[in-house]
Each structure stands twice: as structure tokens, then as C-alpha cells.
């Protein structure tokens, strides 16, 4: 798969995230552009990242970032599915269900 790069939204012209789930700074100022570390950020092993943007910090998980780009902002009431691991935040592997259909995914 070829890796593609959009605009993280609400971070738009300082971040991007590709269609495999990495994200990057883009360069500005005096910092030079570079992928950003991922580490879990809860009990479930969800991915989390942090972006910066007029000074203040936030801690975002990757998969809501890489479906926001690539699928559209989440649906009120929806949730983030993983067709694989929860580690994997390519947009193949990501989804929009309710929590019920989270239910079943896990149990099944």
C-alpha cells in the first residue's frame, strides 16, 4: 500500500496523518518536520499522540485522527471499530459503529 498524507482536522498546516496511521509534524518555524511517537495512552492499548497548537497541548488517539481525515468527523453516538488489532490505525482497519457493534466485535 502506498502511504498518503492529508491534514489532521482542527490541525490543519501543522500536522498530517497518512492512510497507515503515522502521523507527522510539518515543518514550521525552527522545527523541522518529523513523524511523531505514538504510545498507548489507556488500559486497552489505543494509540495516543500529542499535537500542540497555539500553545496548548492535547493528547488525541490516532485511530479518531486517522478516521476524522480520511472518513469524516465521528457521528454522534459512534464509536471507533477495529477490524484487527487495536494497535492497527491503517483507515482499512477503521470504522464507525455504534457500541453495540463494538460489543460483538470483541465477543466475537
Known amino acids: 500500500m ?5 491534514w489532521v482536522v482542527g490541525y490543519e498546516g501543522l500536522y498530517r496523518v497518512s492512510n497507515l496511521g503515522r502521523i507527522m509534524r510539518v515543518k514550521q ?6 513523524l511523531l511517537r ?3 495512552r489507556d488500559t486497552n492499548g489505543r494509540l495516543g499522540v500529542a499535537l500542540r497548537k497555539d500553545g496548548v ?6 485511530d479518531r485522527i486517522v478516521l476524522a481525515a480520511w472518513v469524516g468527523q465521528i457521528p454522534m453516538g459512534q464509536t471507533v471499530l ?3 488489532g487495536i494497535a492497527d490505525n ?4 477503521l470504522s464507525y ?3 453495540t457493534c463494538k460489543r460483538r466485535k ?3
Open 2 to 6: 502506498i502511504e498518503q498524507w492529508k
Open 29 to 34: 518555524g525552527g522545527w523541522k518536520a518529523k
Open 38 to 40: 505514538m504510545k498507548a
Open 57 to 62: 497541548a492535547r493528547t488525541e488517539y490516532v
Open 82 to 84: 477495529h477490524a484487527g
Open 90 to 93: 491503517t483507515v482499512e482497519n
Open 97 to 99: 459503529g455504534g457500541r
Open 106 to 108: 470483541e465477543e466475537g
